[in-house]
């Protein structure tokens, strides 16, 4: 079984920078993308950023140039630098890795979610 579990959410204030961390756990051969979703009150899951296993980045127009994705692959673990944050940051943040390659099947897995909080 596949587990991701988060670290690194909290309370900061605006202008501050926050690290989240999600790290893979289990029977993993191999992970293609491994991103960040976040979901605010009343709003749907949308996605902030994500990379694949050949380092290619993605990232929404809200976060570019204040956010940075990366991973370790050797570690199967996904990292978010988040600088410069804002209140509407504000929102649970979830990690995902798509197409994990485990014991012959191909799936995805979420994270549990972390609270990240930006006060004004």
């Known amino acids: 079984q596949v587990q991701l579990v988060e670290s690194g959410g909290g309370l900061v204030q605006a202008g501050g920078s926050l690290r989240l961390s999600c790290a893979a756990s289990?029977?993993?051969?191999?992970?293609?993308?491994m991103g960040w979703y976040r979901q605010a009150p009343g709003k749907q899951r949308e996605l902030v950023a994500r990379i694949n296993n050949g380092g290619s980045e993605y990232y929404a127009v809200a976060v570019k140039g204040r956010f940075t994705i990366s991973r370790d692959n050797a570690k199967n673990t996904v990292y978010l630098q988040m600088n410069s944050l804002k209140p509407e940051d504000t929102a649970v943040y979830y990690c995902?890795?798509?197409?994990?390659?485990?014991?012959?099947?191909?799936?995805?897995?979420w994270g549990q979610g972390t609270q990240v909080t930006v006060s004004s």
């Open positions: 289990g029977s993993i051969f191999s992970i293609n993308y």
């Open positions: 995902k890795a798509d197409s994990v390659a485990s014991m012959g099947m191909y799936q995805d897995y």
